[in-house]
Every structure is written in C-alpha cells, then in structure tokens.
C-alpha cells in the first residue's frame, strides 16, 4: 500500500501538462503516493454541469492533502472562482508562499528567503460588498449615517473589510508555528492600523498578543506601505511576514517579483480539514498544449507538499535537482533563458526529465 494518498488536480489550459510532469518528478523521488486524480475546471463544465464537482472538494477532505494545478475562472458564465470555492469549502485559512531565490532565474536581487503567511477567508475578500445604486446599499448608507458615522455618497459602491479576533489570531499563530517549525528567526505582522484602527488595528493587537507566547521567535510590524519600501530596498531584513488578505495577495506578487517572477513561485493553502499546494501563476490558456511552460511553480508546490507530509530528504533532494537544472541553464523553458526567443529552450516534459534525470545523481 502507498504510503501516502493525494488528491491530484491536473486543471485545465496548461495545468494538465504541468500536472503531468510534476507527477512524474515525485514519483522518481521514491516516495510512495497513491494518485487520487480529480478533475475541475472549464474542461469538464459540459460534461459534469459545474467545473467544481463535489466529488473534488469530497477526496481533498478524505486525504486531507491535494496538488493542484492552475484553473481557469471562466468569464461571465455566472461561476465564480474554483480556486476562490476550493479555499473558502475547506476553510483553508492560510496561504503560505515563500519567495527564494534560485541562481540562474534573472532578477534585480539575490538571496531573497522570505515567506508570506496571508489570511484567506477575511478582509475586503471576504465577498461583502453593496453595488451602486442597490436598494440594500442604500439602506447601508442611511443605517452608517443613523449610527452617526460619516455620510457616504449616494453614488457610492460600499465593500466591507471584516477583521476578527478569530481570524487574526489563527493566521498569526499559523505564521508562528511555521517559524518554529522551518527554523525561521522572525516573524513581522503587516497592518495599516494608524488609518483603519478597529479592523488592522485589531489584527495588530491580536497578533501582539500571539507573539508574547512565542519569545524564542523575534516579532516587529510594519505599517504595509512603508514595508512595499522596505522590501524594495532592504528585503534581507525580514523572514516570515504575516498578513491580513488584501495586503497578503499585494506583497505575494512583490515578493514573486524580487526572486524573478511566476515561473517559480510556489503556494500552499492550509487549513484544519487539508492543505492545497498550487502555484500563484493561472492557466496561461494561450500557452495550452504546446508543451512549452515553466513546470517549475507546481514542481515547487510538489516540494512544499513532500516536506507537508514528512518526506523532508525526498523534498529536498527535488528542490536540489529543480534548482541545479535552473542554474546550469541549459534544460530550461524559454522563460528562464536570458532571450525569451533563445531556440535552444527546451519544453515543459524536458525540463521535468532533466530534473528526474539530476534526481538520479543526486540520490
Ligand atoms: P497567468 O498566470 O495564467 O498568465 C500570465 C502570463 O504569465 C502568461 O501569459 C505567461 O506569459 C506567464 N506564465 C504564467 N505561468 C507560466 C509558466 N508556468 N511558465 C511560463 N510562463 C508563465 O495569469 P492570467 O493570464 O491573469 O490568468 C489566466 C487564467 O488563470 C485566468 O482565468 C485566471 O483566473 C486563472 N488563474 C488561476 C489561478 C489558480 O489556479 N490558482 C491563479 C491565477 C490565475
């Protein structure tokens, strides 16, 4: 019997060639995973009615533990985002994505290790908000007005950014337990509690609170534009960095940015009832079939999933491989040359073989 079982989710426009090579990568580390394959996306609307059958959301609470490839969120045909519905069904509360540096992607900066902990189920994402014009927005303003607060104009839209003890405390005991677990030294708490007092500046107290259980871990806060600076300038100043929502999703992509872009940014999303590996680029459609993209994210994502269910050594070992294919440059899909348009760029299958291939050595 495999050792572990693992829903897989190979996704739709380049997730299934992605998925394919990510598979195989894992495999060839020797750690035994029973493949649980569950489709979603555009791909199979017609045929299953929906692009999230519950049949998916069904195996991720069963094995607790899913890889997922990207999927599409389909324009005006009334679903909203599977990504969005995978994370809010499971409650998958914490997206975790660290930002490393790999010699031999081209960035402006060098020896990046950070690690963003985002809050997922709250904030301005939460998914409350009142339309221009709506009878129910209407309501909302005299009621804001009524309870003596500023008049917000008529011709206003309103969304709603809800912070709570619960949520705050979760997220950054979360980003704790992950600093103390992966030997990480601080962990710094991003707000903008000078302006918004009772919603970061509650998110700020709680996470206060938090940090005095922890004293073996060094804690400080940043107000988030002055950390966007921060980062720019001098990101070898900071480690772990815990986040409400909106903030989190800003300075993942900043952070994707100091170590050269999506092709490497890998992500997990995590909760009490499982844990989704997935990387922060989508579907790229107009990439789809050609065998020509970065398998890396996901292969990334595969990595975090291995050291998730113990296989540190397998999860290293792969990360090695990954990382030394990238810096010799030569088996690399064409984001990852120094001329996009170099024909010497080889294909996603190739890549992940190359990879395999380096494994072996490695071993
Ligand atoms: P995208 O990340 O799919 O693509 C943007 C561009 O980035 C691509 O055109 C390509 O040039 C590059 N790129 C992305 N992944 C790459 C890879 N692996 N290798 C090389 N280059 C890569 O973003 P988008 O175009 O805004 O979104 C396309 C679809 O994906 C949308 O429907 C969106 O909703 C969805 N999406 C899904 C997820 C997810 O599954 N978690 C995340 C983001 C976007």
């Known amino acids: 019997m495999a050792k572990h079982r693992v829903t897989l989710i190979p996704g739709d426009g380049i997730g299934p060639e992605i998925a394919d090579v990510t598979k195989a990568c894992i495999d060839a580390t020797g750690v035994q995973i029973e493949w649980d394959i569950q489709h979603a996306g555009v791909d199979i609307m017609e045929t299953a009615g929906t692009p999230l059958p ?3 959301i069904a195996s991720i609470r069963k094995n607790k533990v899913a890889l997922k490839s990207p999927i599409t969120t389909p324009v005006g045909t009334g679903f909203r985002s599977v990504n969005v519905a995978l994370r809010t ?10 930002c490393k540096s790999y010699e031999g992607v081209r960035s402006r900066y060098r020896n990046i290790d950070l690690v963003i902990v985002r809050e997922n189920t709250e904030d301005l994402y939460a998914g409350i908000e009142f339309q221009k014009g709506a009878q129910e927005t209407k309501e ?6 009524r309870l003596g607060q500023k008049k917000i104009r008529e011709d206003s839209g309103v969304s709603i950014k809800p912070i709570s003890v619960f949520g705050s405390e979760r997220i950054v005991r979360y980003a704790f337990e992950y600093a103390r677990k992966n030997g990480r030294k601080k962990v710094t708490a991003i707000h903008k509690a000078n302006i918004m007092k009772f919603s970061d500046g509650l998110f700020l107290e709680v996470a206060r609170e938090v940090a005095k259980k922890y004293p073996d871990i060094e804690f400080n806060d940043r107000i988030v534009d002055n950390m966007c600076m921060q980062l720019v300038q001098s990101p070898e100043m900071y480690d772990v960095l815990v986040l409400p929502n909106l903030y989190g999703d800003i300075l ?3 952070c994707a ?17 499982g844990a989704l590996f997935e990387a922060t680029h989508g579907s790229a459609p107009k990439y789809k079939g050609l065998n020509k993209v970065n398998p890396c994210a996901v292969l990334l994502s595969g990595v975090l999933m291995l050291r998730h269910l113990g296989e540190k050594e397998a999860a290293d070992r792969l990360e090695n491989a990954t990382a030394d294919v990238i810096r010799e440059g030569k088996y690399v899909t064409y984001d990852l040359k120094e001329d996009r348009k170099d024909p010497t760029a080889v294909g996603t299958k190739e890549m992940g073989q190359a990879i395999i291939d380096r494994m072996k050595v490695l071993k």
């Open 140 to 145: 909302l303003i005299d009621a804001i007005a």
């Open 89 to 98: 069904a499971l409650d998958l509360y914490a997206c975790v994505r660290p």
């Open 252 to 254: 993942s992509d900043l």
């Open 257 to 273: 940015g100091l170590v050269g872009g999506l092709g490497v940014a890998p992500g997990a999303n995590i909760g009490e009832n």
């Open 54 to 56: 519950d049949s998916v």
